[in-house]
């Protein structure tokens, strides 16, 4: 299909979408939010007065509900796109794998943090095999970030695609927290292979 064949198609899907115009009404930036509010509706895994680290928040749909809905939280987001300041947030431009703008991430909480949550996707290239493949690995390096600077009774959240590195990250989340669940809330889009693992409680 020819490239503006795609778009137009996009256009037209995203104009008959409910959660696009939903989004809208509400005052929210992208139609993400809704994946962030069913999964808090099932599994509760925000509360105010947290510390929570967003990762892929442009354009930040997820960093405004937390922070319009919950007091007090504490929330740094990161994306490697620019993004429009959301009050209560502290904002971090750039690469989430690289080890510096982890340290920046640490140093801002100066200790612990209560939840992890990731939306990451790479910037689709078209071949959806080589963009689950690389946004697995996404998940799999904002898993790591988690067991290492997760509290106790920490939580994480991220999205991970069916395909090779789904096995690996359902494997290190049964050896790493006491529960964990597989979830497509109802708002992702049906034909995306996208789902969402939720982990709470590290086992040591
Ligand atoms: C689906 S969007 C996130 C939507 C967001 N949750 C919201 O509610 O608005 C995925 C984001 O992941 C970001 N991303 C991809 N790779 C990244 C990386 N290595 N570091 C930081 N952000 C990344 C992309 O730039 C993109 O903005």
Not at 38 to 66: C, F, H, M, R
Not at 130 to 150: N, Q, Y
């Amino acid at each position: 299909m020819k490239k503006n064949k795609i778009s137009k198609n996009w256009i037209n899907k995203q104009k008959k979408d409910i959660y696009v115009r939903q989004s809208k009404i509400e005052g929210y930036r992208s139609r993400a939010i809704y994946k962030l509010k069913e999964i808090q509706e099932k599994y509760t895994v925000i509360k105010n007065g947290i510390s929570i680290v967003d990762l892929g928040s442009a354009p930040g749909s997820w960093s405004e509900y937390v922070t319009r809905r919950f007091k007090n939280t504490k929330v740094v987001s990161i994306d490697l796109k620019d993004m429009k300041p959301i009050n209560n947030t502290f904002q971090i431009k750039g690469d989430f794998t690289l080890e510096n703008n982890q340290q920046k991430i640490l140093e801002y909480f100066n200790g612990k943090i209560d939840l992890v949550i990731s939306d990451m996707a790479v910037n689709t290239t078209g071949n959806k095999s080589v963009d689950s493949l690389v946004t697995g690995e996404l998940s799999l390096e904002a898993m790591k970030f988690a067991l290492k600077t997760l509290k106790k009774n920490g939580i994480f959240v991220s999205k991970v695609f069916m395909g090779s590195s789904f096995n690996q990250i359902v494997e290190i989340a049964k050896k790493n927290f006491k529960e964990f669940h597989i979830y497509k809330p109802p708002s992702s889009r049906k034909e995306s292979k996208e789902n969402f693992i939720i982990c709470k409680n590290l086992r040591q």
